[in-house]
Protein backbone atom coordinates (compact mmCIF):
# COMPACT_ATOMS: atom_id res chain seq x y z
CA UNK A 1 0.00 0.00 0.00
CA UNK A 2 1.90 3.67 -1.44
CA UNK A 3 2.89 5.72 1.99
CA UNK A 4 0.17 8.46 1.23
CA UNK A 5 -2.58 6.01 1.35
CA UNK A 6 -1.36 4.51 4.83
CA UNK A 7 -1.13 7.69 6.24
CA UNK A 8 -4.59 9.54 5.11
CA UNK A 9 -6.13 5.82 6.58
CA UNK A 10 -4.54 6.70 9.74
CA UNK A 11 -5.58 9.91 9.74
CA UNK A 12 -9.20 9.29 8.81
CA UNK A 13 -9.30 6.58 12.05
CA UNK A 14 -7.52 9.25 14.41
CA UNK A 15 -10.51 11.28 12.98
CA UNK A 16 -13.69 8.76 13.58
CA UNK A 17 -11.78 8.10 17.31
CA UNK A 18 -12.33 11.84 18.00
CA UNK A 19 -15.74 12.51 16.85
CA UNK A 20 -16.67 9.60 19.26
CA UNK A 21 -15.23 11.14 21.79
CA UNK A 22 -17.62 14.00 21.01
CA UNK A 23 -20.91 12.19 20.89
CA UNK A 24 -20.18 10.47 23.93
CA UNK A 25 -20.51 14.20 25.11
CA UNK A 26 -23.42 15.29 23.29
CA UNK A 27 -25.08 12.26 24.46
CA UNK A 28 -24.75 13.53 27.96
CA UNK A 29 -27.40 15.09 30.03
CA UNK A 30 -27.45 19.00 31.34
CA UNK A 31 -27.53 18.01 35.47
CA UNK A 32 -26.00 18.62 38.45
CA UNK A 33 -24.62 15.20 38.10
CA UNK A 34 -22.84 14.79 34.41
CA UNK A 35 -20.68 12.40 35.81
CA UNK A 36 -23.30 9.94 36.74
CA UNK A 37 -24.59 10.16 33.11
CA UNK A 38 -22.16 9.65 31.08
CA UNK A 39 -20.04 7.07 33.33
CA UNK A 40 -22.56 5.08 35.49
CA UNK A 41 -22.43 2.82 32.92
CA UNK A 42 -18.95 2.05 32.15
CA UNK A 43 -15.72 0.80 33.68
CA UNK A 44 -15.12 4.24 35.43
CA UNK A 45 -17.93 4.12 37.72
CA UNK A 46 -15.86 3.03 40.63
CA UNK A 47 -14.11 6.27 40.13
CA UNK A 48 -17.33 7.69 42.26
CA UNK A 49 -16.28 6.43 45.46
CA UNK A 50 -12.25 5.82 44.53
CA UNK A 51 -12.03 9.76 43.80
CA UNK A 52 -14.32 12.43 44.14
CA UNK A 53 -11.93 15.07 42.70
CA UNK A 54 -11.62 13.34 39.05
CA UNK A 55 -15.57 12.77 39.29
CA UNK A 56 -16.45 16.14 40.57
CA UNK A 57 -14.16 17.79 37.62
CA UNK A 58 -15.16 18.37 34.18
CA UNK A 59 -11.41 18.96 32.74
CA UNK A 60 -10.88 14.99 33.62
CA UNK A 61 -13.57 14.04 31.71
CA UNK A 62 -11.76 14.49 28.34
CA UNK A 63 -9.27 11.86 29.54
CA UNK A 64 -11.40 9.33 30.80
CA UNK A 65 -13.16 9.41 26.98
CA UNK A 66 -10.22 9.11 25.65
CA UNK A 67 -9.25 6.11 27.92
CA UNK A 68 -12.57 4.00 27.33
CA UNK A 69 -11.91 4.41 23.13
CA UNK A 70 -8.48 2.07 24.12
CA UNK A 71 -10.22 0.43 26.66
CA UNK A 72 -9.49 -3.00 24.95
CA UNK A 73 -5.62 -2.24 25.38
CA UNK A 74 -6.21 -1.67 29.36
CA UNK A 75 -3.76 -4.22 31.24
CA UNK A 76 -5.54 -3.31 34.53
CA UNK A 77 -8.82 -2.77 35.98
CA UNK A 78 -10.36 0.29 37.49
CA UNK A 79 -11.46 -1.21 40.71
CA UNK A 80 -7.63 -2.21 41.48
CA UNK A 81 -6.21 1.48 41.27
CA UNK A 82 -5.22 2.79 44.43
CA UNK A 83 -5.21 6.77 44.53
CA UNK A 84 -2.14 8.44 45.02
CA UNK A 85 -1.62 12.03 45.05
CA UNK A 86 -3.83 15.36 45.85
CA UNK A 87 -4.24 17.40 42.44
CA UNK A 88 -6.16 15.68 39.54
CA UNK A 89 -3.45 16.02 37.28
CA UNK A 90 -1.32 13.69 39.39
CA UNK A 91 -4.26 11.50 40.33
CA UNK A 92 -5.13 11.13 36.32
CA UNK A 93 -1.40 10.31 35.61
CA UNK A 94 -1.67 7.91 38.31
CA UNK A 95 -4.82 6.35 36.74
CA UNK A 96 -2.97 6.37 32.75
CA UNK A 97 -0.48 4.17 34.33
CA UNK A 98 -2.18 2.21 36.12
CA UNK A 99 -4.58 1.14 32.93
CA UNK A 100 -2.57 1.46 29.97
CA UNK A 101 1.39 0.86 31.44
CA UNK A 102 3.25 -1.80 31.46
CA UNK A 103 6.88 0.09 31.19
CA UNK A 104 7.70 3.36 32.66
CA UNK A 105 6.74 5.88 30.35
CA UNK A 106 9.02 9.69 30.23
CA UNK A 107 6.48 12.25 32.11
CA UNK A 108 6.04 14.34 28.95
CA UNK A 109 4.30 11.73 26.98
CA UNK A 110 1.62 11.73 29.60
CA UNK A 111 0.69 14.98 28.27
CA UNK A 112 -1.49 13.66 24.63
CA UNK A 113 -3.91 12.26 27.08
CA UNK A 114 -4.51 16.31 28.44
CA UNK A 115 -4.92 18.12 25.15
CA UNK A 116 -7.19 21.13 24.58
CA UNK A 117 -7.81 20.85 29.16
CA UNK A 118 -7.37 23.19 31.70
CA UNK A 119 -4.35 21.16 32.83
CA UNK A 120 -2.62 21.24 29.43
CA UNK A 121 -2.47 24.94 29.01
CA UNK A 122 -1.23 25.20 32.31
CA UNK A 123 1.55 22.43 31.59
CA UNK A 124 1.91 24.88 29.02
CA UNK A 125 2.92 27.34 31.18
CA UNK A 126 0.19 30.02 29.80
CA UNK A 127 1.82 32.32 27.03
CA UNK A 128 1.48 33.35 23.64
CA UNK A 129 0.85 29.64 22.25
CA UNK A 130 -0.65 28.28 25.14
CA UNK A 131 -4.36 28.40 23.27
CA UNK A 132 -3.38 26.70 19.85
CA UNK A 133 -4.35 23.45 18.72
CA UNK A 134 -3.37 20.22 19.81
CA UNK A 135 -0.74 17.36 19.13
CA UNK A 136 -1.63 15.07 16.62
CA UNK A 137 -4.50 12.22 18.22
CA UNK A 138 -2.11 9.55 16.86
CA UNK A 139 0.07 10.20 19.81
CA UNK A 140 -2.47 8.58 21.63
CA UNK A 141 -2.26 5.31 20.27
CA UNK A 142 1.76 5.95 20.01
CA UNK A 143 1.66 6.21 24.17
CA UNK A 144 -0.27 3.04 24.39
CA UNK A 145 1.92 1.10 22.48
CA UNK A 146 5.30 2.41 23.74
CA UNK A 147 4.32 1.55 27.54
CA UNK A 148 3.38 -2.08 26.59
CA UNK A 149 6.80 -2.58 24.69
CA UNK A 150 6.65 -1.74 21.06
CA UNK A 151 9.98 0.50 20.45
CA UNK A 152 10.07 4.02 19.05
CA UNK A 153 12.28 3.33 16.14
CA UNK A 154 9.63 0.64 15.20
CA UNK A 155 6.31 3.11 15.41
CA UNK A 156 8.58 5.30 12.87
CA UNK A 157 9.48 2.70 10.39
CA UNK A 158 5.53 1.81 10.28
CA UNK A 159 4.88 5.19 9.67
CA UNK A 160 2.63 5.53 13.14
CA UNK A 161 4.74 8.42 14.39
CA UNK A 162 4.21 11.40 12.47
CA UNK A 163 7.88 12.69 12.91
CA UNK A 164 11.27 11.13 10.45
CA UNK A 165 13.61 10.01 13.06
CA UNK A 166 17.05 7.76 13.03
CA UNK A 167 17.14 5.06 15.35
CA UNK A 168 19.80 7.07 17.59
CA UNK A 169 17.10 10.55 17.49
CA UNK A 170 14.65 7.49 18.73
CA UNK A 171 16.88 6.48 21.67
CA UNK A 172 17.60 10.50 22.56
CA UNK A 173 13.61 11.42 22.26
CA UNK A 174 12.62 8.45 24.69
CA UNK A 175 15.27 10.23 27.18
CA UNK A 176 14.20 13.79 26.78
CA UNK A 177 13.81 14.53 30.80
CA UNK A 178 13.31 18.72 30.65
CA UNK A 179 9.86 18.98 28.57
CA UNK A 180 6.66 19.08 28.75
CA UNK A 181 5.05 17.81 25.21
CA UNK A 182 6.08 15.50 22.54
CA UNK A 183 6.53 18.18 19.91
CA UNK A 184 8.55 19.88 22.75
CA UNK A 185 10.98 16.91 22.95
CA UNK A 186 11.04 16.07 18.86
CA UNK A 187 12.50 19.34 18.58
CA UNK A 188 15.23 19.94 21.29
CA UNK A 189 15.68 15.83 20.02
CA UNK A 190 16.62 17.03 16.48
CA UNK A 191 18.73 20.35 17.47
CA UNK A 192 20.56 17.91 19.95
CA UNK A 193 21.32 15.47 16.59
CA UNK A 194 22.52 18.46 14.46
CA UNK A 195 24.67 19.97 17.20
CA UNK A 196 22.86 22.78 18.15
CA UNK A 197 22.41 24.82 21.46
CA UNK A 198 19.91 25.06 24.26
CA UNK A 199 18.56 28.29 23.13
CA UNK A 200 17.55 27.33 19.58
CA UNK A 201 15.56 24.21 21.02
CA UNK A 202 14.11 27.04 24.04
CA UNK A 203 13.25 29.32 20.47
CA UNK A 204 11.95 26.44 18.39
CA UNK A 205 9.82 25.68 21.26
CA UNK A 206 8.33 28.91 21.45
CA UNK A 207 8.01 29.47 17.81
CA UNK A 208 4.50 27.36 16.14
CA UNK A 209 6.72 24.37 15.53
CA UNK A 210 6.67 24.35 19.32
CA UNK A 211 2.92 23.85 19.26
CA UNK A 212 2.17 20.31 17.23
CA UNK A 213 4.17 17.67 14.93
CA UNK A 214 3.19 17.72 11.22
CA UNK A 215 2.48 15.79 8.51
CA UNK A 216 5.52 13.32 7.01
CA UNK A 217 6.40 15.96 4.17
CA UNK A 218 6.15 18.63 6.04
CA UNK A 219 8.66 17.16 9.09
CA UNK A 220 11.35 16.55 6.11
CA UNK A 221 11.22 20.00 5.25
CA UNK A 222 11.20 21.00 9.17
CA UNK A 223 14.40 18.67 9.78
CA UNK A 224 16.57 20.66 7.29
CA UNK A 225 15.40 23.76 8.52
CA UNK A 226 16.33 23.00 12.24
CA UNK A 227 19.48 21.63 10.88
CA UNK A 228 20.19 24.63 8.86
CA UNK A 229 19.40 26.61 11.97
CA UNK A 230 22.14 24.47 13.84
CA UNK A 231 25.02 25.14 11.31
CA UNK A 232 24.17 29.25 11.91
CA UNK A 233 26.61 30.78 14.26
CA UNK A 234 26.14 34.22 16.27
CA UNK A 235 22.45 34.05 15.10
CA UNK A 236 19.67 36.00 17.26
CA UNK A 237 17.26 33.21 18.50
CA UNK A 238 15.12 36.23 18.81
CA UNK A 239 14.60 35.83 14.90
CA UNK A 240 14.35 31.74 14.62
CA UNK A 241 10.19 32.91 15.33
CA UNK A 242 9.57 35.38 12.61
CA UNK A 243 11.95 33.85 10.00
CA UNK A 244 10.05 30.23 10.52
CA UNK A 245 6.81 32.32 9.85
CA UNK A 246 8.62 33.66 6.32
CA UNK A 247 9.52 30.22 5.41
CA UNK A 248 6.05 28.90 6.31
CA UNK A 249 4.75 31.57 3.84
CA UNK A 250 7.13 30.60 1.09
CA UNK A 251 6.10 26.66 1.54
CA UNK A 252 2.31 27.40 0.98
CA UNK A 253 3.66 29.56 -1.88
CA UNK A 254 5.46 26.69 -3.43
CA UNK A 255 6.08 23.52 -2.42
CA UNK A 256 9.29 22.99 -3.84
CA UNK A 257 11.10 25.95 -1.91
CA UNK A 258 14.26 24.89 -0.33
CA UNK A 259 16.14 26.35 2.71
CA UNK A 260 19.66 24.88 0.86
CA UNK A 261 21.99 27.16 -0.07
CA UNK A 262 20.43 30.88 1.41
CA UNK A 263 21.94 32.62 4.11
CA UNK A 264 20.45 34.55 7.03
CA UNK A 265 21.29 37.93 5.43
CA UNK A 266 19.26 37.20 2.42
CA UNK A 267 16.57 35.06 4.39
CA UNK A 268 16.05 38.10 6.84
CA UNK A 269 16.36 41.30 3.77
CA UNK A 270 13.66 38.38 2.02
CA UNK A 271 11.76 38.53 5.57
CA UNK A 272 11.70 41.89 6.06
CA UNK A 273 10.19 42.93 2.39
CA UNK A 274 7.27 40.04 3.08
CA UNK A 275 6.01 42.10 6.14
CA UNK A 276 6.31 45.21 4.43
CA UNK A 277 4.02 44.07 1.80
CA UNK A 278 2.06 42.74 4.42
CA UNK A 279 1.25 46.22 5.91
CA UNK A 280 1.42 47.63 2.02
CA UNK A 281 -1.32 45.43 1.17
CA UNK A 282 -3.00 45.67 4.50
CA UNK A 283 -4.36 42.25 4.27
CA UNK A 284 -5.54 42.19 7.46
CA UNK A 285 -5.18 44.08 10.26
CA UNK A 286 -2.75 41.72 12.86
CA UNK A 287 -0.24 40.85 9.71
CA UNK A 288 0.12 44.27 9.74
CA UNK A 289 0.70 44.84 12.73
CA UNK A 290 2.72 42.01 13.48
CA UNK A 291 4.81 43.16 10.20
CA UNK A 292 5.26 46.74 12.15
CA UNK A 293 7.96 45.76 14.42
CA UNK A 294 9.83 44.32 11.73
CA UNK A 295 10.74 48.13 10.52
CA UNK A 296 14.59 48.05 8.49
CA UNK A 297 17.04 47.82 10.39
CA UNK A 298 18.51 51.71 12.31
CA UNK A 299 21.80 52.93 10.65
CA UNK A 300 23.39 53.65 13.89
CA UNK A 301 22.66 52.12 17.42
CA UNK A 302 22.68 53.91 20.46
CA UNK A 303 25.39 52.74 23.08
CA UNK A 304 24.83 50.17 25.88
CA UNK A 305 27.18 52.25 28.25
CA UNK A 306 29.79 49.33 28.56
CA UNK A 307 33.45 50.31 28.40
CA UNK A 308 35.45 49.86 25.49
CA UNK A 309 38.99 48.30 25.80
CA UNK A 310 42.64 48.46 24.67
CA UNK A 311 45.59 47.49 25.15
CA UNK A 312 49.27 47.42 23.67
CA UNK A 313 52.28 45.34 24.48
CA UNK A 314 55.78 43.91 23.45
CA UNK A 315 56.20 40.85 22.25
CA UNK A 316 58.74 39.86 20.27
CA UNK A 317 58.26 38.14 15.92
CA UNK A 318 59.02 34.95 14.79
CA UNK A 319 62.58 36.46 14.05
CA UNK A 320 63.13 37.68 17.44
CA UNK A 321 62.78 41.27 16.87
CA UNK A 322 61.08 43.34 19.71
CA UNK A 323 57.20 44.46 18.34
CA UNK A 324 53.88 45.77 19.51
CA UNK A 325 50.92 44.10 19.80
CA UNK A 326 47.33 46.58 19.76
CA UNK A 327 44.60 44.69 21.28
CA UNK A 328 41.15 46.04 20.92
CA UNK A 329 37.12 45.82 22.16
CA UNK A 330 34.69 48.02 20.19
CA UNK A 331 31.44 48.28 20.63
CA UNK A 332 29.81 48.25 17.15
CA UNK A 333 27.58 50.75 16.69
CA UNK A 334 26.45 50.74 13.08
CA UNK A 335 24.38 48.41 10.52
CA UNK A 336 27.55 48.87 8.16
CA UNK A 337 29.30 47.94 11.10
CA UNK A 338 27.73 45.01 11.86
CA UNK A 339 27.34 43.95 7.81
CA UNK A 340 31.16 44.36 7.31
CA UNK A 341 32.11 41.99 10.57
CA UNK A 342 29.97 39.40 9.29
CA UNK A 343 31.71 39.83 6.00
CA UNK A 344 34.99 39.44 7.15
CA UNK A 345 34.50 36.55 9.42
CA UNK A 346 31.55 35.06 7.70
CA UNK A 347 28.98 34.44 10.28
CA UNK A 348 25.44 36.25 10.04
CA UNK A 349 25.70 38.97 12.98
CA UNK A 350 23.70 41.05 11.30
CA UNK A 351 20.53 39.32 12.19
CA UNK A 352 21.31 41.17 15.72
CA UNK A 353 20.36 44.48 14.15
CA UNK A 354 16.89 44.69 15.66
CA UNK A 355 17.96 43.54 19.23
CA UNK A 356 20.65 45.97 19.20
CA UNK A 357 17.69 48.47 18.43
CA UNK A 358 16.12 47.67 21.49
CA UNK A 359 18.96 47.66 23.68
CA UNK A 360 18.46 44.49 24.83
CA UNK A 361 21.85 43.23 22.94
CA UNK A 362 24.96 44.70 22.44
CA UNK A 363 27.67 43.22 19.58
CA UNK A 364 31.02 43.85 20.53
CA UNK A 365 34.56 42.77 17.90
CA UNK A 366 38.11 41.84 19.41
CA UNK A 367 40.42 42.56 17.04
CA UNK A 368 44.26 42.41 16.90
CA UNK A 369 46.86 44.99 15.34
CA UNK A 370 43.57 46.23 13.07
CA UNK A 371 42.67 42.86 12.53
CA UNK A 372 38.99 41.14 13.35
CA UNK A 373 39.56 38.19 15.53
CA UNK A 374 36.53 37.75 17.16
CA UNK A 375 32.75 38.64 17.82
CA UNK A 376 30.95 38.84 21.32
CA UNK A 377 27.62 38.98 21.94
CA UNK A 378 26.65 40.88 25.28
CA UNK A 379 23.47 40.56 26.89
CA UNK A 380 22.58 44.14 28.46
CA UNK A 381 20.06 43.60 31.11
CA UNK A 382 22.16 40.73 32.54
CA UNK A 383 25.43 42.07 31.57
CA UNK A 384 26.25 38.18 30.72
CA UNK A 385 28.29 37.30 27.49
CA UNK A 386 26.34 34.70 25.56
CA UNK A 387 28.15 33.90 22.43
CA UNK A 388 32.01 34.34 21.56
CA UNK A 389 33.05 33.32 17.86
CA UNK A 390 35.82 33.91 15.17
CA UNK A 391 36.08 33.43 11.64
CA UNK A 392 33.70 30.73 10.21
CA UNK A 393 32.32 30.36 13.70
CA UNK A 394 34.99 28.45 15.08
CA UNK A 395 35.48 28.74 18.77
CA UNK A 396 38.03 30.98 21.18
CA UNK A 397 41.77 30.02 21.66
CA UNK A 398 42.74 30.09 25.03
CA UNK A 399 45.26 32.71 23.99
CA UNK A 400 42.72 35.48 22.47
CA UNK A 401 40.06 34.36 25.59
CA UNK A 402 42.67 36.15 28.03
CA UNK A 403 42.41 39.59 26.21
CA UNK A 404 38.30 38.88 26.32
CA UNK A 405 38.47 38.17 29.87
CA UNK A 406 40.53 41.23 30.71
CA UNK A 407 37.80 43.69 28.91
CA UNK A 408 35.39 41.40 30.58
CA UNK A 409 36.72 42.44 34.37
CA UNK A 410 37.17 45.81 33.06
CA UNK A 411 33.94 46.02 31.98
CA UNK A 412 32.11 44.59 34.85
CA UNK A 413 30.71 41.68 33.00
CA UNK A 414 30.41 37.46 33.19
CA UNK A 415 30.69 35.36 30.52
CA UNK A 416 28.47 32.68 30.41
CA UNK A 417 29.79 28.59 30.38
CA UNK A 418 28.01 28.22 26.97
CA UNK A 419 29.63 31.47 25.37
CA UNK A 420 32.86 29.52 24.83
CA UNK A 421 31.45 25.90 24.28
CA UNK A 422 28.91 24.49 21.70
CA UNK A 423 27.01 22.17 22.55
CA UNK A 424 24.32 21.72 25.56
Given at each position: ??????????????????????????????????????????????????????????????????????????????????????????????????????????????????????????????????????????????????????????????????????????????????????????????????????????????????????????????????????????????????????????????????????????????????????????????????????????????????????ESRKTKDSRGRQIHENHRVDELLTYKGLLEEGRDLHHCISSYAHNIGRGATS?????????????????????????????????????????VQKWAREAGVMIAPRAVRRGW
Open positions: MPRGMRLQMREEQERLREEAIQEAFRRAKVSTNRFKDVFSMTAFAPLQKKSRKIAESPQAWTVLHRLLLCQEQWVNEVSTWKPRGKAVTTLLRGLIRHLICKYPMPAYWYSVWFEGTEQMQNWRGGGQNADLGGVNRAFVGNFVKLAQGTGMHKLVKKLEFPVPLTKKQCHALMQQRKVNTVPHAVRWTQVQSFGGERRLAEALCDSNWGDACGGLDFEEFQATVIQWFCAQGMLDMTQVGPLIDYMENCRRENDGWAITGRTVTSLMRDMEEWHRNLVHRRRQFRAAAHAARYKPPPEKFKSSGFEMWFIWSYSKDKMKILTIELHNPTKTIRQIRGSRNRMPTSSEMLY
